[in-house]
C-alpha cells in the first residue's frame, strides 16, 4: 500500500458527460501527479501541483483540468468525453517534487479505470 | 520530443536466471532514471534509480546499468524469482524549465518456476 488513495477505483460513463476523479496523497506529501495510461500506451504524464499550485503541465487535453486543495487532496476534472478518453488513471504523489527535488521518486495510487461509452 | 523506449514488449526467463530489461532514450535532456514495478489492478511502484552521473546502481538482487554514450540502460535482476512477474517501465526525467517524467511502454516480464 503506497499510501495514495484514488477515488472510485471503477467509472463508466456516456461520450459528452463530465467526470471528477479524487486523489488523496501519501500524509506529508506536498506535489500530486495526474497521469494516463491507454491501452498500450505507457504512462502519459498529465499534470503536476505543489502545494495548491499548478507546477508542470505535460500532455494534458483542454477539455481536462485539475486542481489541489488546501487539504492537498486533488481532483481531475474530465470534460465532453470522448470514447478515446477511456484508460486508466493515475495519481501519485510526492514529499516535494519541485526546485531541485523534482528528481524525487513518485508514489502511486491504484488508479481509477475510466470507460467512455 | 523526449522519449524513452522499451522495444520488448515481453521476456520469459526460468526462476534462478537472469532477467535483462532494456530501455533507450532520444536525448541527453533526461538526467535521471527510474525504474517501476506493477502488477495488474495496482500502481507501478518504484523499484531503483540512476543518476545520469553514475553508470551503475544496486540494490539487492536489482542493479540498473546506465551507458550515456549509447543512451541506453538496463535492469538485472538475478537471481530471478516468480514474484518479480510483472510490468517493468523505465522512466526518465528531464530536466529544464518544463521538467517532467517521461514513461516506457513496459515489458511484460514472465518469471517460470
Known amino acids: 500500500d503506497s499510501g495514495v488513495t484514488q477515488t472510485p477505483k471503477h467509472l463508466i460513463t456516456a461520450t459528452g458527460q463530465r467526470v471528477t476523479l479524487r486523489c488523496s496523497p501519501r500524509?506529508?506529501?506536498?506535489?500530486v501527479y495526474w497521469y494516463q495510461q491507454s491501452l498500450d500506451q505507457g504512462l502519459q504524464f498529465l499534470i503536476q501541483y505543489y502545494n495548491g499550485e499548478e507546477r508542470a503541465k505535460g500532455n494534458i487535453l483542454e477539455r481536462f483540468s485539475a486542481q489541489q486543495f488546501p487539504d492537498l487532496h486533488s481532483e481531475l476534472n474530465l470534460s465532453s468525453l470522448e470514447l478515446g478518453d477511456s484508460a486508466l488513471y493515475f495519481c501519485?504523489?510526492?514529499?516535494?517534487?519541485?526546485?531541485?527535488?523534482?528528481?524525487?521518486?513518485?508514489?502511486f495510487g491504484p488508479g481509477t479505470r475510466l470507460l467512455v461509452l | 520530443d523526449q522519449q524513452v523506449k522499451q522495444n520488448s514488449p515481453s521476456l520469459s526467463v526460468q526462476e534462478g536466471r537472469i532477467s535483462i530489461l532494456n530501455c533507450d532514450y532520444t536525448?541527453?535532456?533526461?538526467?535521471?532514471f527510474l525504474w517501476y514495478k506493477k502488477y495488474p489492478a495496482e500502481g507501478p511502484t518504484f523499484l531503483i534509480s540512476i543518476s545520469s552521473i553514475k553508470d551503475k546502481n544496486e540494490d539487492g538482487r536489482f542493479t540498473v546499468f546506465l551507458n550515456k554514450s549509447a543512451k541506453h540502460l538496463s535492469l538485472h535482476i538475478v537471481p530471478s524469482q516468480p514474484g518479480d512477474s510483472a510490468v517493468y517501465f523505465c522512466?526518465?526525467?528531464?530536466?529544464?524549465?518544463?521538467?517532467?517524467?517521461?514513461f516506457g511502454k513496459g515489458t511484460l516480464l514472465t518469471v517460470n518456476p
Open positions: 536525448n541527453s535532456m533526461f538526467d535521471y
Open positions: 500524509s506529508g506529501d506536498l506535489s
Open positions: 501519485a504523489s510526492s514529499v516535494l517534487g519541485a526546485g531541485g527535488a523534482y528528481q524525487e521518486t513518485q508514489y
Open positions: 522512466a526518465g526525467w528531464s530536466g529544464g524549465s518544463n521538467y517532467k517524467l517521461t
